[in-house]
């Protein structure tokens, strides 16, 4: 992903939550990148990565439309489920989608991974794993994204590149989705 946003040269890239020690580090070694989280930053400052403390089940007003590039990283999956401070909320996902959707100007990129399997499934306290196409379903911001391309790493580490998401037939038990879509700019 890093080499997605590194590719595509965005003004702004904004991360939600992503590993500091892991995506948000490999992209803030060539530009400068900031993270929305609901848990306070601690690391040591770092001149590429600027934090904003937030709740993406709640957004603010004033973070709607603000950057051209956002990504959300083995995130979404525990929206709700109140491990990491937020309120336990049975539809977090969904409302985060929303909330993230909306960060994007028309036109932007959102890169967005979680978990995959076959069926749906909760780890109550830890995370959600979702079928592959379930995404769609979530929220109606949803519509307002083209898919550009899917990626998945299968249940043995394999990565498979640019799959057509809609002639996918998933049967794995736990891998991950990696998806790239564009705000449309009509939305």
Not at 7 to 18: A, E, L, M
Request: net charge negative; with cysteine.
């Amino acid at each position: 992903m890093a080499n997605f946003v590194f590719k595509n040269t965005p003004t702004r890239h904004v991360d939600i939550g992503s590993r500091i020690d892991g995506f948000v580090a490999h992209v803030a070694t060539f530009r400068k990148i900031e993270v929305l989280d609901i848990r306070p930053l601690e690391i040591d400052a770092h001149d590429n990565i600027a934090f904003i403390e937030a709740d993406l089940m709640k957004i603010d007003s004033g973070l709607e439309a603000m950057s051209d590039s956002v990504s959300c990283l083995h995130v979404i999956e525990h929206f709700g489920l109140g491990r990491y401070g937020d309120k336990l909320d049975p539809d977090g996902h969904k409302k985060a989608i929303g909330n993230i959707i909306s960060l994007l100007k028309p036109g932007g990129t959102l890169y967005i991974s979680f978990p995959i399997a076959a069926k749906n499934k909760l780890h109550f306290n830890a995370h959600r794993v979702f079928h592959p196409r379930d995404i769609f379903s979530w929220n109606e911001a949803v519509k307002e994204l083209e898919l550009l391309r899917f990626d998945y790493v299968d249940d043995v580490g394999d990565l498979h590149k640019d799959v057509d998401l809609k002639s996918f037939e998933y049967d794995q038990k736990y891998g991950c989705g990696i998806y790239t879509f564009k705000k449309l700019s009509n939305s």
